[in-house]
C-alpha cells in the first residue's frame, strides 16, 4: 500500500500530527465503493502504524486494533492525522480529522516485529 502525499509533520515526544492529502486515484478505492469510493479502514490503520513506526524508529506491527468509524474519508480530501505513542502499554492512538470533524480514530496494540 503506498502513503498519501505528507503535506506537513510536525512532533513532540510521543505524539505526532501530519497533514495528509488522500489521492484520488488510490489504488484501494478500487471497488470499495463503485460510485461512491471511500477510504477503507485497513489502510487507515495501515498509515497509522506505518507513520509512527517512522516517525519514531519503531520496528513494529499491529496486534489488535479498536476503530470508530465516524465520517467516510472520500478521494482527493486533506486530512490532519494525530498519533499518540503510549510507550509503556505498547498501544498506538490515532485520530483522523477534516478540520474539527473526527473522521475515524483508535488504537492499536504494538508488537516489535522480528
Known sequence: MSLPSIL?????SDRATFELSVPGDLEAFRGHFPGRPILPGVVQIDWAVRLASHEWSL?????????????????GTTLSLELRLDRAKHRLYFEYRVGALTMSSGRIALETAT
Open 8 to 12: 506537513s509533520s510536525r512532533a513532540e
Open 59 to 75: 520496528p513494529t506491527v499491529a496486534r489488535d486494533f479498536q476503530v470508530k468509524f465516524r465520517n467516510v474519508i472520500s478521494p
